[in-house]
T-cell receptor, first 115, second 114 residues
């Protein structure tokens, strides 16, 4: 069965600093991986997705993620944090099992950006 | 505008009083799903539906019911709410065309059961 683990429930960075949010996955088959972002008082929206076309995936708002099969990781990065990046971020993997393609979400990482 | 609409946005109720949270999408999506979000637990799936009249349990279905009589609507029913169902609820939908299709989420329903 597929699963994802997000390391760190809270991450705090200064404005302009590198953002690194960690996600490790478990999958016996090539995975479909996603990062979603949830801004305060809103639903989740897709940030980026990995579908095997390229290992480095670029998303919205300057975020990108690199798929590393050897490390079973799909970490999310942004070179320079902005105040508007403060949100909760969820890594997710598509389930190939009996649930017919449901998304399995990590527990989330809340990003704070200090001025 | 493509969207998933949930109502109400906020709901306070008492133990045992039946309630329904509505969800509607205007994108002709086959797949719809309900999640609950709790601090430290992330999103957990309650029920999902692959198409009209086809529903199945997710990870935490106890105490909830759903129906899918029309493609656009997927209401969540709590027949006898209890305080442990106090949570933030999200409805979501997507097409089934490909495995990399993204989920569209509603804005959420904050439920408090007293």
């Amino acid at each position: 069965a597929q699963s994802v683990t997000q390391l760190g429930s809270h991450v705090s960075v200064s404005e302009g600093a590198l953002v690194l949010l960690r996600c490790n996955y478990s999958s016996s088959v090539p995975p479909y991986l996603f990062w979603y972002v949830q801004y305060p008082n809103q639903g989740l929206q897709l940030l980026l997705k990995y579908t095997s076309a390229a290992t480095l995936v670029k998303g919205i708002n300057g975020f990108e993620a690199e798929f590393k099969k050897s490390e079973t990781s799909f970490h999310l990065t942004k070179p320079s944090a902005h105040m508007s990046d403060a949100a909760e971020y969820f890594c997710a993997v598509r389930d190939y099992g009996g649930s017919q393609g449901n998304l399995i979400f990590g527990k989330g990482t809340k990003l704070s950006v200090k001025p | 505008e493509a969207q998933v609409t949930q109502n109400p946005r906020y709901l306070i109720t008492v133990t045992g009083k039946k309630l329904t949270v509505t969800c509607s999408q205007n994108m002709n999506h086959e797949y719809m799903s309900w999640y609950r979000q709790d601090p430290g637990l992330g999103l957990r799936q309650i029920y999902y539906s692959m198409n009209v009249e086809v529903t199945d349990k997710g990870d935490v279905p106890e105490g909830y019911k759903v129906s899918r009589k029309e493609k656009r609507n997927f209401p969540l029913i709590l027949e006898s709410p209890s305080p442990n169902q106090t949570s933030l609820y999200f409805c979501a939908s997507r097409t089934r065309a490909r495995m990399d299709e993204k989920l569209f989420f509603g804005s959420g329903t904050q439920l408090s059961v007293l």
